[in-house]
């Protein structure tokens, strides 16, 4: 007889994050290991199926994957209420369906893109503090982050400023800045003697 391979159901249930624009999806399914960003539908075409799949709704402004959850932020005209619902099926319908998550190939192409775009030629001295600088984020600030639907990006370092990019909930969040100026500078302020200033770039 031939045995039944019997799959947990998809389960999700929605998390609040800091910003009122955006709600975290959490899932008991691995969506994407790593992180991915798509703030267009145009880079969710390309690299996303199922970002795309949530950007064919008018609502849907934002998609952002980590893990196992997916955060996603609505066009302020929406209401929550009226459209939560909807896009919690929308979510679960599509990982029952085991379409693709995010291309592969997506992080090194983003990381090129990223390379392309930065031109600041770091001094041997410099290419130490910005190692530090992104050791403390990845051990310090992403973890917490994350928890909240969304993540941090070291852009740049340039003359004594870090410019870091905020992704997922964290982009366009009223507290980020809070959080930015109030947590992370006097943290890093404080181990890199090098770092004046922490500036945000909104993802």
Known sequence: MEKQIVKNPVMIYTE???NPETLKF????????????FKESELANEWSPFA???FTQPYVKGVYFCNNYVTVTKEFNFAWEDI????KEDIKKYIESEGEV????FAEAIEKLEEEKSDIQYSEEEKEIVRRIKELIDTYVKPA??????NIEFKQFVRGVVTVELQGACSGCPSSTQTLKGGIEGMMKRMIPEVKEVIAEMG
Do not use: C, F, I, W
């Open 16 to 18: 609040q994050t800091p």
């Open 26 to 37: 959490v899932t008991n399914r691995m969506l994407y290991k790593g992180t991915a960003d």
């Open 52 to 54: 795309s799949s949530l």
């Open 84 to 87: 939560m619902l909807r896009l």
């Open 102 to 105: 995010v291309t592969d190939g």
């Open 145 to 150: 982050v994350e928890m909240d639907g969304g």
